[in-house]
């Protein structure tokens, strides 16, 4: 048999070191998937949903830094890939989406099942190209593989069924040298690093503000900070990297953090922005005496948050490490002291939440989250929904240097954590994956909890069964609305567990959840835990407590005149302050 399109499509992902695709077949598929069977090299990962196989694509790709692929047939197939590759490449992973396409001769002819990904998928991506013939392969997957590898973020080779199948030209194989270009490092020009080093030191209480570039600066951002005697704050995506065995960690700002972080940040004399993009403007020091200076590797997100006095292209790592040799050590740790003593004050706050007392009705969910981190292992890998599980990852995960944890924390979309916990899994099948979804997350997409069982993936799901799209509930009371649309009825999800073949375990009693959760953890295989927990539950922001508290008396009003007093007494009831 000639080698076709197809063949040389598998050989050039094996190449570039693929290891899986996660997708759903379709006829405009066929081409490939042959392929692949007849090369065995390429694991095919059978989900149900093809935004499953972008969330997992994307969770492979932000743990391991490499390139991940997933695959969707003609129209609908690839369409529903869209909003999990938003999320991979607002997240900046390199992944390849293959876009399956209508026969090439129908193109353009109004066909059945006919889209156009070169137009539908150019928002969320770098690259997006249709190959319209075999003489423009490997060329065109090639540059996709480097515009996701070199770039970080999304590629989609869009390819018509028939055209996988034509003779492949005659190309000599790729080398994965040429394939897979590696990240520059990035250092500052010597006269910017002068100038940030005059800044630091001429001025008196310097903040650290940290994100994701810090990846790998862990030890030059603490080096940094104790010099300076400066509290660091993290952006969530810099929680993984910086917030373990850090004395100078005051937590996080914005509007899932808290006090600490908070005010560290907007009472300092330079906010020190390291590998950042923190989207809300809210929350940056305002006064006209504070000095902000921001190293990023990207110009372009140089200032667009926040007015800055000094902005420096380049690596944090590079860059740190060309400063700290510049930087005298400051005199005194007041302003260091002050912001860690109120991180202590906040954390312990924080964790009597988490405290079950016995006689407490519900649940709390933070009880559940805390035991969580308590137990899971030292390199677990955590995936968080959209909503309130989010807030309580930020707040009660551990991190270590070698635990992971992965939401969706650019793009926002529910339903990304079980989603992800199928990336993750499979590409790393011996290690502990934690997914903490909500219900609203679960159910979005749970079709695919099925897929844990049918792939052997001893993944372990907590549900945090609230009976609501609980975050919406709580903005939608705090800005003045009554709440609306955000109640579920739900079924015992530990039942449908086990109908599904997946071990199911229901907790409903604070007394539980130790034991409960340590069972679960130690179950050899995928489980469910179904967090039966309360539902009332105020994380309050730590900086528009006077709004919120506004919101709350224009919501209580709008209950008593509209006879939802009972809504009052419910609140009141769980006591939504403890
Ligand atoms: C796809 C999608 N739809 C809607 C939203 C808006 N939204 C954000 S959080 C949330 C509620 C999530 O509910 P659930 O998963 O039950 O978590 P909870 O907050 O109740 O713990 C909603 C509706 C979103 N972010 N993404
Ligand atoms: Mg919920």
Not at 243 to 257: K, Q, R, S
Not at 284 to 294: F, H, K
Not at 322 to 337: F, N, V
Request: proline share 5%; hydrophobic share 45%; aromatic share 6%.
């Amino acid at each position: 048999m000639a080698r076709s399109v197809a063949d040389q499509f598998v050989e050039t992902l094996a190449v570039a070191g693929v290891k899986r695709i996660y997708g759903i077949v379709g006829d405009s598929l066929n081409g490939l998937t042959d392929a692949l069977q007849r090369q065995g090299k390429i694991e095919w990962v059978h989900v149900r949903h093809e935004e499953v196989a972008a969330f997992a694509a994307g969770a492979e790709a932000h743990l391991t830094g490499e390139l991940a692929v997933c695959a969707g047939s003609c129209g609908p197939g690839n369409l529903h890939l869209i909003n999990g590759l938003f999320d991979c490449h607002r997240s900046r992973v390199p992944v390849l989406a293959i876009a399956a396409q209508v026969p090439s001769a129908e193109i353009g002819a109004g066909y059945f099942q006919e889209t156009h990904p070169e137009s539908l998928f150019k928002e969320c991506s770098h690259y997006c190209e249709l190959i319209s013939g075999a003489n423009q392969m490997p060329r065109t997957l090639e540059i996709a593989i480097r515009q996701a590898v070199g770039n970080r973020g999304v590629s989609v080779v869009v390819i018509p069924g028939d055209v996988a199948l034509q003779s492949a030209a005659d190309a000599p194989p790729p080398k994965a040298e040429g394939l897979l270009p590696r990240r520059a490092v990035v250092t500052p020009p010597r006269d910017d690093v002068d100038l940030l080093a005059a800044l630091l030191n001429g001025h008196g209480r310097v903040t650290m503000l940290c994100g994701s570039g810090c990846q790998g600066a862990h030890d030059q951002v603490l080096a940094l900070a104790d010099r300076l005697k400066a509290p660091i704050v993290h952006a969530f995506r810099g929680k993984e990297h910086i917030e373990w065995d850090n004395p100078f960690d005051v937590g996080m700002t914005g509007l899932i953090g808290f006090s600490s972080g908070y005010y560290a940040m907007l009472d300092c004399d330079v906010l020190l922005m390291l590998g950042t993009d923190f989207p809300y403007r809210q929350f940056y020091p305002r006064g006209p005496g504070v000095r902000i200076a921001q190293v990023d590797m990207r110009p372009e997100n140089i200032g667009r948050r926040a007015p800055v006095d000094l902005g420096v292209v380049g690596d944090v790592r590079a860059t740190l490490d060309a400063l700290l040799p510049l930087i005298e050590e400051k005199g005194s740790r007041s302003h260091l002291d002050q912001a860690t003593q109120h991180y202590r004050k906040a954390r312990k706050d924080l964790d009597a939440l988490a405290a079950g007392s016995t006689g407490q009705r519900l649940i709390h969910p933070q009880q559940i989250a805390k035991a969580i981190s308590d137990q899971a292992a030292a390199d677990a890998v955590f995936t968080c929904d959209v909503g309130l599980p989010t807030v309580w990852a930020a707040r009660y995960l551990t991190m270590n240097g070698k635990r992971r944890l992965i939401g969706s924390f650019w793009h926002g979309s529910m339903a990304n954590a079980m989603a992800q916990s199928i990336g993750a899994q499979a590409a790393f099948p011996g290690r502990q994956v934690i997914s903490l979804s909500g219900d609203g997350g679960f159910t979005m997409l749970m079709g695919d909890f099925l897929s844990l069982a049918q792939l052997g993936l001893p993944v372990k799901v907590v549900v945090f069964n609230n009976s609501a799209l609980g975050f919406i509930e709580i903005e939608q009371k705090s800005s003045g609305f009554l709440d609306f649309g955000t109640s579920f009825k739900n079924p015992n999800f530990a039942a449908v567990a086990e109908a599904s073949g997946v071990r199911g375990m229901r907790i409903e009693d604070p007394a539980e959840v130790d034991t409960g959760i340590a069972a679960a953890l130690a179950h050899d295989g995928p489980v469910l835990i179904d967090a039966v927990v309360s539902r009332m539950v105020l994380p309050i922001p730590p900086a528009i407590t006077v709004e919120m508290a506004k919101g709350f008396t224009l919501y209580m009003l709008k209950a008593v005149f509209s006879g939802r007093a009972n809504d009052l007494i419910d609140l009141a009831r769980s006591n939504p302050w403890d």
